[in-house]
């Protein structure tokens, strides 16, 4: 009896042995953030992207990529590329704050004469004022492998990708994936600029147009337009203030003049002179709580 009396009371009887030698005993659970979308995390333990990837584009021989992963370890440090995805990086070491985080999301192509040249994967985590961003290269290999990993600039990356998807020689090509219509478009457009018709950077931003049409780089206007609908938003928002404001003076009216009726004296909560309300009405907001006298 008192053999089975120990092993069931075992970890107890530890506990009373180290709190009477003084000793404290200190449990750290360690996060376990090795991998993507790691089955033993919780839901909302896993990697959180700030902006969903694009479109998959670019050359159709690739699209077989998507919906894959590529790892590379180098150092402590694991990478998982997913072509049209992101690019994620995982510290192995059981650190507490070991770090796993997004490096970029999928965002565009780079695309120089007449070839794609990089895929750029944007909006990662944010690191001091920026975001985290990557740029893929693509060069020939006997498998679909990432090569290597750099760190060029402050959270820039670089990485290489291997694969023999791209060892033909027209693989990277941009021309040949375009529709027949934007081809013909880039044709008019080489003669135009053949005829000195335009200039250098006229003939790059119809270049462009083209590229983004197809959905290979993201269209510049779209920046421009969130910063216009973020700019409508503020003066919705301030005509709101405003009409708020009017609707609070008006019941503050009512009842002064309520009690006025009833012969009873009011005065402010914050010991102030009360402003009259002939006063109020001449006077104007400003961007804070103060009142801005003509």
Not at 31 to 49: D, E, I, R, V, W
Not at 50 to 63: A, D, K, T
């Given at each position: ?68 992963c590529f790892s590379y370890t180098e150092s ?22 070991a770090y796993s985080g997004i490096l970029g ?190």
């Amino acid at each position: 009896m008192i053999e089975v009396f120990i092993r069931q009371h075992l970890p107890l009887l530890a506990c009373l042995v180290a709190l009477v030698l003084g000793g404290k005993m200190k449990i750290v659970e360690e996060p376990n953030t090795f991998g993507l979308n790691n089955h033993l995390l919780s839901p909302g333990s896993q990697l959180q992207a700030r902006v969903p990837p694009s479109p998959v584009s670019g050359p159709p021989h690739l699209y077989r990529l998507a919906g894959k992963c590529f790892s590379y370890t180098e150092s402590m440090y694991k990478y998982d590329f997913c072509p049209f995805h992101n690019v994620t990086q995982h510290e192995q070491s059981f650190r507490w704050n070991a770090y796993s985080g997004i490096l970029g999301v999928w965002h565009e192509w780079e695309i120089e004469n007449n070839t794609f040249t990089a895929m750029w994967m944007r909006e990662g985590d944010a690191c001091g004022s920026k975001n985290r961003q990557t740029k893929v290269f693509f060069t020939c290999g006997n498998s679909s492998k990432l090569a290597r990993v750099s760190e060029p600039e402050t959270c820039v990356y670089f990485l290489t990708f291997e694969t023999p998807l791209v060892c033909h020689a027209h693989s990277l090509l941009v021309y040949p994936v375009l529709s027949e219509k934007l081809q013909k478009e880039w044709d008019e457009i080489e003669q135009a600029r053949y005829e000195d018709l335009l200039t250098e950077q006229g003939y790059k931003k119809m270049l462009r147009d083209v590229f983004e049409e197809a959905g290979f780089l993201k269209r510049a206007n779209q920046l421009h337009k969130q910063e216009q609908d973020t700019a409508s938003l503020k003066h919705h928002n301030l005509e709101q203030c405003t009409q708020e404001f009017e609707k609070q003076r008006a019941e503050i009216e009512r009842l002064r003049s309520l009690l006025s009726q009833h012969n009873v004296s009011y005065e402010t909560d914050t010991g102030r002179p009360t402003i009259p309300l002939t006063t109020l009405q001449n006077q104007r907001l400003r961007g804070d709580t103060g009142i801005l006298e003509e």
